[in-house]
């Protein structure tokens, strides 16, 4: 057994007085322990579980003392009582006095647009090391900290960033790349130390800082003959943002693809990856990365995961009233199987969280097995699926677990599907996904995976189709007549009434130019009953069971959609778009 310093009670309090009070390392230990300097160092070891060390007595590169200020502002650095010491690969060594403080890691995280390693010190060894190495400027900045009146540093940092936007240091970028890029990329170490030059660092953070205040939902960086084509998703369409040169846009990808834990050199073939934290203050925003080579470079497409709590409730998704009764309905019964279908980003996950929302509570036990968990949903046992971990065998796990209610991300294969419909016939409510275009078709879906029809017939209360369509700016759309739009459309595509609708404008700043601001979610919903299980049962063809579906209240995508334009908040080219045949 390795000799303490301390004994563990000691330990104990001083952990707690960290913890509870929220007191550095040093000020604890000073107040629950005596300790002999010659062991200092050991105790904040052990206490904090870091490396404890004196910054102001490292041998810093000076080039890396002017350079990290890029990254990492001096204003923020003399506030917040820390002292960054190395990079290496995504990593960023700061000495803090309170490395257990897991907001400020965080924080640091977010405006540094790397991963903080923290090392444990005290508050002399922070302010002689500052002294040392920045003590001509701090006159300057400690005036700076004072006319925040309060504000903390980080959020201005990251306000200033956003103001001065992505053009500020383009120039810096770009010379950057153009003078050193194709010698470094001669040798793997000599790569990886160019990745995290401040100026690289601190560029690929504002060009994607940039996009995720568009409120994008995907960022594609996608190499061209010439150079790099920089793309979002913003409402589900995407739109070219920025053009970058061919080098800069390797550099990016590069850079991306070390944040993501990947290896930068080239690969042959498609590689994954995640980036656990956020490059804007304040939101907890992931990152799922994919890379795949192609004829012209490595294509990148990052897909955004809010991490918070995202769900609304189910009247603010584009529910009908009658829509909104039969969902209730069918999710307020204490057994079955909802599904929701519709292609990728048409926000299945959000209604079944707006479900989750409404069956989460301190009665119902609620689990669900997501690839990614896109968001984290407080009272809800939420398991990551990919990594070794399959749908099915989360869900064969969940039935030894007691659950009330179980969401699985997808329905992919017999094997899940299987277990997810007898789950749903032995006393459990059952929540998925299932890609097909409509509702009917998913019927079709379950029985083409060789499912016994009476299980599916059984087990199904309810399938909702959907799709998300953008509305109109309120601000800047046009006002067209049905009859010159009948020139334009074929009459299916157009609505019967009323005379006056409404179609795209040149756009302005409310709607970011684009004529457009804001989505609702379209559906078509399948309620299950006794005639439709009989249908089922008898394995009907597809046009059967959807006269069924009509005929118990279905309203189709296309009926819906045609609804929303013609109340004038959507337009006929949307129609189009979300529910063309």
Do not use: W
Request: proline share 5%; charged share 25%; with cysteine.
């Amino acid at each position: 057994m390795a000799y303490k310093a301390i004994s563990e009670a000691e330990q104990a309090e001083i952990r707690k007085l960290v913890t509870e009070r929220g007191m550095t390392y040093e000020h604890a230990l000073h107040q629950a322990s005596q300790v002999e300097m010659r062991l200092y160092k050991k105790v904040l070891e052990e206490v904090s579980g870091c490396v404890a060390l004196d910054p102001s007595k490292v041998a810093i590169d000076p080039d890396f003392i002017d350079a990290i200020l890029v990254v990492l502002p001096l204003s923020a650095i003399v506030d917040l009582k820390v002292f960054p010491l190395s990079l290496n690969g995504n990593e960023m060594t700061i000495a803090m006095t309170n490395p257990s403080d897991q907001n400020l890691i965080t924080e640091l995280s977010s405006t540094t647009s790397m991963r903080v390693n923290p090392v444990v010190t005290t508050h002399m060894g922070v302010k002689d090391a500052i002294q040392g190495n920045y003590g001509d400027r701090l006159r300057e900045v400690l005036q700076d900290i004072r006319d925040l009146n309060g504000k903390p540093v980080l959020q201005k940092v990251h306000e200033d960033k956003i103001k001065e936007g992505v053009g500020v240091i383009y120039e810096r970028f770009l010379a950057l790349v153009n003078r050193e890029y194709q010698r470094a990329k001669e040798e793997e170490r000599t790569l990886l130390s160019f990745m995290v030059h401040p100026i690289i660092v601190s560029y690929t953070q504002r060009l994607m800082m940039d996009l995720i205040l568009r409120n994008c939902s995907d960022i594609h960086m996608e190499p061209t003959l010439g150079g790099y084509r920089v793309r979002s998703r913003i409402n589900g369409v995407l739109s070219t943002l920025y053009q970058l040169p061919k080098m800069a846009g390797e550099v990016v990808t590069m850079r991306l693809k070390l944040m993501g834990g990947m290896d930068v050199m080239e690969n042959p073939t498609p590689i994954d990856g995640q980036i656990g934290y956020s490059p804007v203050y304040g939101r907890r925003v992931e990152f799922r990365v994919s890379v795949m080579p192609t004829i012209n470079g490595n294509k990148t497409v990052m897909r955004l995961l809010e991490k918070e709590n995202q769900s609304v409730g189910l009247d603010q998704i584009g529910l009908t009233q009658a829509d909104m009764h039969r969902t209730n309905r069918a999710i307020a019964a204490p057994n079955g199987l909802v599904l929701v279908t519709g292609p990728t980003g048409s926000g299945k996950t959000s209604t079944l969280y707006s479900i989750l929302g409404i069956l989460n509570d301190e009665e119902t036990c609620v689990v669900t097995a997501e690839d990614p968990v896109e968001s984290e949903v407080p009272g809800v046992v939420q398991v990551p699926c990919g990594k070794g971990t399959t749908f099915a065998m989360a869900m064969k796990a969940f039935l030894r677990q007691d659950p009330d209610v179980i969401m699985v991300g997808e329905i992919r294969d017999h094997e899940t599907a299987d277990i997810a419909l007898k789950a749903a016939l032995t006393g459990h409510m059952v929540l998925s996904t299932l890609h097909t275009n409509d509702a009917p078709t998913a019927v079709m879906r379950l029985l083409n995976l060789d499912l016994d029809p009476f299980v599916v017939a059984s087990s199904l209360r309810l399938i909702l189709a959907q799709r998300l369509m953008r509305l109109l700016c309120a601000e800047c759309k046009n006002p067209v007549s049905r009859e010159e739009l009948l020139k334009r459309h074929d009459p299916i595509d157009v609505p019967t009434e009323p005379d006056q609708l409404f179609e795209k404008g040149k756009g302005c700043e409310r709607c970011n130019l684009t004529g457009f601001k804001g989505r609702t979610g379209i559906f078509e919903i399948l309620q299950g009953g006794d005639e439709m299980a009989d249908a089922i049962n008898a394995r009907a063809p597809l046009g059967e069971i959807r006269r069924i579906a009509r005929e118990g209240g279905m309203t189709t995508l296309r009926e819906r959609a045609l609804a929303v334009c013609g109340e004038g908040r959507s337009s006929v080219e949307e129609v189009i778009r979300v529910t063309a045949e």
